[in-house]
Structure formats: C-alpha cells, structure tokens
C-alpha cells in the first residue's frame, strides 16, 4: 500500500496552543515518527478563543460567524499557517515531500445531540496559505449521520497498541480539556467515549483565581486536599452512569456552574484533579472488562496529582504515560489527525459504531486542495 507523509494539527479545548506531528503511514500501520512540535498560544489569543467559546453558545447554525467568531477563526487559520511554516522551517523539510495536513481547527461547540458541532478554522484559505492538500472538518459527518463526532482518534490508539508488548486489554486516555478513553482488546473495533472534564476545570479555576494558565507537573494540587464530598456529588450526575458511547462539550461542566465551594487554590486544584481522575475510573463498569494496562496522553499526562489519583483508583493494574510507552503524550492528537488525513484520502472509516456511535463505519473530514 502506498504510504503518504503527513502533517498533523490539533489545538484542544485547553486551549494552550497548536500541537505538531510529522508521521509516514499507509493509513493502517504508522511505518514511521516524525518529529513533533507546540506552538503556543499568548494569553491574548487565549482570550479570544475564550471570547469565541462564550459567543458560540448561542450557536444555532454551524456556518454562523457572529460576534468575535469569524476574528477567532482568522485567527485560528493564521497562526495553524504560522506554525505549519515553523515546523518546516525548524526541520529542514522540502514541503514538496508533504502529501496532506489533517486540520482539526479549534472546537468551539460541541452538541450532538442537536445534530451540532463547530470547529472554527479555515481549510481551504490554509491550504492555500501551506500549499499543501488539507483535510479538515472531521467531525461534521459523522455527527450528520446522529454519531457522537467524538472521540475520533481511537482507530490510530488501535494502530499505535498493536504495535507494544502490554496485557490485554489496554485503555488508552487522553487528558485535554475534556478527558476520553479508548477500550482495546485483542481483537475488534475500538471501543470509546469521553468519561469527563479533562484540563478545563483546572486551568479555568486557575485563570478565575488570577493562577497560572495551568497546574505545572500537577504541583499546586499535590499541596491541596481533594473535597470529596463536591467529587461525590459530581458523579452523582447521569452522565456517568450512562454507557459508552457519550460525549461532552468543553462547557458541559463549566466551572461557573458546578458549584465549588469556597477553598484555596490548592484545594481546589486537588479537588478537581480528584474530579477528572475519578471521572475516567467511573467509566470501568461500563467496559467489557478491566483494562490490565492504562496508558494516559493529552496535557493531563504532564499532571503527577492527576496520574497518582488514576492509579489509585484503578489499581493494580498499572497506569503510565504514553511517553512511557515510546508514544508522544504532546504529540498524539497531532499524529492523529496526520493519520485520519490519510485514511480520509484513502477512503478508509474514521468513526465507529464503537466509538461514536454513528450507525456504520464511515469516513469523514473535507479534502480541500492548495
């Protein structure tokens, strides 16, 4: 089979910048890594997309710009160019030997239910600004056809676990904004969902305290103390008690509206690191069986607090960072998206009954040529 050279881009729902991946696939098998990179964002920008986050939950059309969307989305577009030139730049690579970038934009609605999804982000003006062929839109089609549109990178989990020596089944998690997990066996179609908050509660706590963009090395949490009572109440929600598959939008346990109560910074980052961990161990009862192996990617991997809690809550099977394995925690989505592109020019399906629970396996993103 022929394999492509592709560039990745994903910017998540933390919200802390552009991830950058480099692979060589056929669309089935990764037959080679790339170099990775992170563009990140100024908190000016940060602020924009905050803006836009705010200004799309009054979305009702998902090709509306109003307010400050259609300035985030040049935005987006402008610096997703900016860090595509770096990249290439930064690794001497002839652009010429580039077959296809998998553009994921910036997320910033998320309702499948209402048959909505938007990521801002301008395809065919990027391809036209790289010069290179650019799948983009991922999501849309699957969520058209009453899919989840989420989470989409399980198929590239299912390339990268067959590829380690680790007990059957492995769950595979990623930590961005919002958390999700794949479920892996043997044999089978991937098995998937989001399990809760992720990164957001924690860095949007930090912002509204007047913190740091996020929790470094998990380090403001370890001198807190988990309220577990809140945890409790959290999980009492249905959303956790419903099976795979589900998905969240990044505001769906918006801070403003869970209730925290009144604690310390520490406490609250510990609080809601807790959250996040035992959000994703929740998920267990719904699994066809106990994960033996747990390999955790995203920003969230770079959290010591949240890892330990995970740990705990899911021992003894053994839980360790995608790093750990030989994978790329940062780089992960990037390569993801680098890898959908590929089986999007190939035909091959991206979402799974499984995963999003569309009612076939279908394939999905735009092919937008320079």
Known sequence: MSVYRAIGLMSGTSLDGIDIALIATDGEAVTRFGPTAVSLYHENERELLRAALTEAATLRERAARPGVLAEAEQMVTTLHAAAVEKFLAANRIDRAAIDVVGFHGQTVLHRPAE???????????????????????????????????????????????????????????????????????????????????????????????????????????????????????????????????????????????????????????????????????????????????????????????????????????RVETADETGWSSEGLEAQAFAYLAVRRLKGLPITFPTTTGVPEAMAGGIVTQP
Do not use: Y
């Open 115 to 317: 048959h909505l999804t938007v990521q801002i982000g301008d395809g065919p003006a990027l391809a036209a600004e790289i010069g290179v062929p650019v799948v983009h839109d991922f999501r849309a089609a699957d969520v058209a056809a009453g899919g989840q549109g989420a989470p989409l990178v399980p198929i590239f989990h299912r390339a990268l676990a067959a590829m380690l020596d680790r007990p059957w089944p492995v769950a595979v998690v990623n930590i961005g904004g919002v958390a999700n997990i794949t479920f892996l066996d043997e044999a089978g179609d991937p098995l998937a969902g989001d399990t809760g908050p992720g990164n957001a509660l924690i860095d949007d706590f930090l912002h509204a305290r007047g913190g740091p963009a996020f929790d470094e090395g998990g380090a403001i949490a370890a001198r807190g103390k988990p309220d577990e009572a809140f945890v409790a109440s959290i999980l009492a929600h249905p959303f956790f008690a419903a099976p795979l598959t589900k998905s969240l939008d990044r505001n769906d346990f918006a801070l403003n509206d869970l209730g925290l109560p009144a604690c310390s910074l520490e406490d609250g980052a510990a609080t809601l690191a807790a959250l996040t961990a035992r959000t994703i161990a929740a998920i267990v009862p719904h699994l066809p069986a106990r994960p033996a192996s747990w390999i955790v990617a995203g920003g969230g991997a770079r959290n010591r607090t949240i890892l330990r809690m995970l740990e705990d809550a899911v021992a003894p099977a």
